[in-house]
Antibody, heavy 131, light 107 residues
Framework: EVPLVESGGGLVKPGGSLRLSCGASGFSFSNAWMTWVRQAPGKGLEWVGRIKSRSDGGTGDYAVPVRGRFTISRDDSKNTVYLQMNSLKIEDTAVYYC???????????????????????WGTGTTVTVS | DIQMTQSPSSVSASVGDRVTITCRASQGISSWLAWYQQKPGKAPELLIYAASSLRTGVSSRFSGSGSGTDFTLTISSLQPEDFATYFCQQVFSLPPTFGQGTRLEIK
């Protein structure tokens, strides 16, 4: 069983929109903080943003390059996290991964919230091409 | 943002060699550091967290050390499956940032 599966990637023109989905299984999704990370072709890893669990406020945090254009949301009834991407730019072209620190979904990390930013479960990635 | 700088950017080594990769943070991050391995076309995999804690199931060939601003990842005896790209990541403050990566190639 694959814990995280992304979908929704594709080819979009500059200025367009796309919504990525990431379905989760095999862990307590509702307790997990979910993160999106991207990797441009031949480049390194870039943190895009995260959404906290509802019990921790359910708020999102975003990297500066995507703030105001991207929105992360979650549907705990569907064990799914979304990345809504608007006003896409050529430089948004990348493989997008969803990821989480699964240990925090089964054991409270409220005393050490930084633990949520480790990433021990990754999806296979979905490719977004803006051209 | 905290900048993470890895060195070297690439290294060539042989099976059985000992390899060390370094990662320097632009400011102190205590031990809030992770190391990931990524193979071509695959998602990264967590190897080490909290600078020196080996993730369950990861070979003991891998070890991490350091605190503050300077960290190292050591692979004690390279195996064929270890040839990959390695990234460090700080989680001390938002946004979490990654090093640029170190490509480990077969000599």
């Amino acid at each position: 069983e694959v814990p995280l599966v992304e979908s929704g990637g594709g080819l979009v023109k500059p200025g367009g929109s796309l919504r990525l989905s990431c379905g989760a299984s095999g862990f307590s999704f509702s307790n997990a903080w979910m993160t999106w990370v991207r990797q441009a072709p031949g480049k390194g890893l870039e943190w895009v943003g995260r959404i906290k669990s509802r019990s921790d406020g359910g708020t999102g945090d975003y990297a500066v390059p995507v703030r105001g254009r991207f929105t992360i949301s979650r549907d705990d009834s569907k064990n799914t996290v979304y990345l809504q991407m608007n006003s896409l730019k050529i430089e948004d072209t990348a493989v997008y991964y969803c990821t989480t620190y699964r240990s925090c979904s089964s054991t409270s990390c409220s005393q050490l919230p930084r633990l949520h930013d480790y990433m021990d479960v990754w999806g296979t990635g979905t490719t977004v091409t803006v051209s | 943002d905290i900048q993470m700088t890895q060195s070297p950017s690439s290294v060539s080594a042989s099976v059985g060699d000992r390899v060390t990769i370094t990662c320097r943070a632009s400011q102190g991050i205590s031990s809030w550091l992770a190391w990931y391995q990524q193979k071509p076309g695959k998602a990264p995999e967590l190897l080490i967290y909290a600078a020196s804690s080996l993730r369950t199931g990861v070979s003991s060939r891998f070890s991490g050390s350091g605190s503050g601003t300077d960290f190292t990842l050591t692979i004690s005896s390279l195996q064929p499956e270890d040839f990959a790209t390695y990234f460090c990541q700080q989680v001390f403050s938002l946004p979490p940032t990654f090093g640029q990566g170190t490509r480990l190639e077969i000599k």
